[in-house]
């Protein structure tokens, strides 16, 4: 049977790989994707995979070549390969409307978030940080796909006892937070969000998280603006002829 080429490109991860054991080939900081193809337009299209929410995910593992468990992937990552892909699929330019004005920008010239390398123990997923208003100590990891899986289950398990209550935000802080003061029991954790977590210092912590995790940077300054503005992923995203 003829076998076929296709061209492939190696992207440079935001987190430098620095979050991942040096076991995990993900430490290397790339990750090597192959060109979108027609089944990945069938991906793209399939309604089941939409109505799931898991479109982007079964289009990026399909994408990916090389040898790497996916859920290992931390959230900031995965944008990085999601933009490499709409550039190596439909091209480097991207319109969107935001703030009632249409704008067209250059996908290949977003550059990764700069990290403060000194904030990583290489090899480890894991940060400290002081809540300033009560002082308590916690230590927390950047969310990865098994993050995340986890995340869902709880919640879809969650919604079946109360739909129209669900606690997203606090389940989501029981998952990121690894331990409180030291302790890493996980009876110890989700007692501290549920009973004792200051809305201020959920706050700092989020804002915190936000601050230092690698990704891209989603945003942009407009030619004689000064305020920089949120890039939207829409749905002419992933759908370009929408």
Known sequence: MAEFKLPTEVIELPSKGLLYPESNPLSSGQIEIKYMTAKEEDILTNQSYIRK?????????????????????????????????????????????????????????????EIDESLITKGTNEFTFTLPHSGN?????????HGERKIDR????????????????????????????????EKTIRSFVDTALLARDSRALRDYI?????DIEMQFVPQGGEQPIAIPIGASFLYPDL
């Open 53 to 113: 929410g898991t479109v982007v995910d079964k289009l990026l593992q399909s994408l990916i070549v090389s040898k790497i468990n996916y859920d290992d992937l931390v959230v900031g990552d995965k944008n990085a390969i999601l933009i490499a892909a709409r550039i190596l699929g439909y091209g480097k330019d991207y319109t969107f409307t935001a703030n009632g004005t249409e704008y067209t920008i250059d996908l290949s010239e977003l550059e990764p978030k």
């Open 137 to 145: 100590e916690v230590t927390f990891k950047i969310l990865d796909g």
């Open 154 to 185: 709880e919640l879809e398990g969650l919604k079946k006892i109360s739909a129209e209550n669900l606690p997203e935000l606090t389940t989501r802080l029981k998952h990121i937070i690894t331990s409180v003061n030291g302790d890493r029991e």
């Open 210 to 214: 936000r601050k230092i995790q690698p």
